[in-house]
């Protein structure tokens, strides 16, 4: 399906690996310039080249900055004022237990995964909504409508970013502007198939490896395989399309089933 994107531009915070990174190759196969942003400038350069050789008809663009940092923010909104989509996926998670989750842990969580997806979100919204284009899209996770108890500090960030996409979309009323969450499970990213890999022995192949995994520790996931990062970048891409133009604060969950109720 044609997604009628291209010559878009779009930012996709935390996109040298990951989910990030299948978002911005999936935006790329519909002729959208990517801007490629995480914290060390090589790696988004070489992200950036890989993007420009598989997609030559694309802009991909090098958009380094630490976006947790309000100086490294002010600098990227300089170099690039004006994108068609933001998606803000970068976050970060691990497992910890609620008694060893102190103020500073809070706040890290809160001004990582909410406050820098914010400043972006504040900074580009009003120049969508002027244009009357525009698709912010906020990556929250299952664990924001189910918390698991297994990262308290990371849950509470992933239930702000619904609310907050909610609030931010009664700001489009009318326009061709759209703010959505996408809530994904379990996915396989590198860091995940790394983990994945070391818990088994070597010889076993990995299809085995991820089988074992979900029968012993994710058990109500419905797919019994982790979520591959592409299917998230082509979820991402519908609903930057103007055929989603009508999803408008959604919660929109790809979690393989984890979420065992209907809403
Ligand atoms: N993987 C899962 O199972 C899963 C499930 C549900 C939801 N999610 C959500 O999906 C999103 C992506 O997860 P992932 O597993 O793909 O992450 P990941 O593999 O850890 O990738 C993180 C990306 O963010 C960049 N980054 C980290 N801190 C940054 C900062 N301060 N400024 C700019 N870039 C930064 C990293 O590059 P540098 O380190 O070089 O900066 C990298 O490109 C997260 O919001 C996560 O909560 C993941």
Known sequence: MEMNLKNKTALVT?????????????????????????????????????????????????AAADIVDNQQREALFKKHPQIDILVNNMGIYEMMKYEDVDDEVWEKYIRTNVLAANGLSK???PKMIKNNFGRVIFIASE???????????????????????????????????????????????????????GMYPNEMPFSEKEKEFMTENLPQSEIQRFIRPAEIGRLTTFLCSPYASAFKGSPIRMDGGMVPTIF
Not at 31 to 39: A, D, K, M, Q
């Open 123 to 125: 900074f580009y919204l």
């Open 14 to 62: 935390g996109s040298t690996r990951g989910i990030g990174k299948a978002i911005a190759i999936e935006l790329a196969k519909e002729g959208v310039n990517v801007l490629i942003n995480g914290r060390n400038y090589e790696e988004v350069e070489r992200t950036v080249n890989e993007i420009k050789s598989e997609f030559p008809d694309t802009f991909p663009q090098n």
């Open 143 to 197: 664990e924001a409508v189910m918390p698991s108890g297994q990262m308290p500090q990371y849950c509470i960030t992933k239930s702000m970013l619904l609310s907050l996409s909610k609030s931010l979309s009664k700001l489009t009323i009318g326009k061709e502007v759209t703010i959505n969450t996408i809530l994904p499970g379990p996915t396989l990213s590198e860091n995940v198939h790394h983990i994945i890999e």
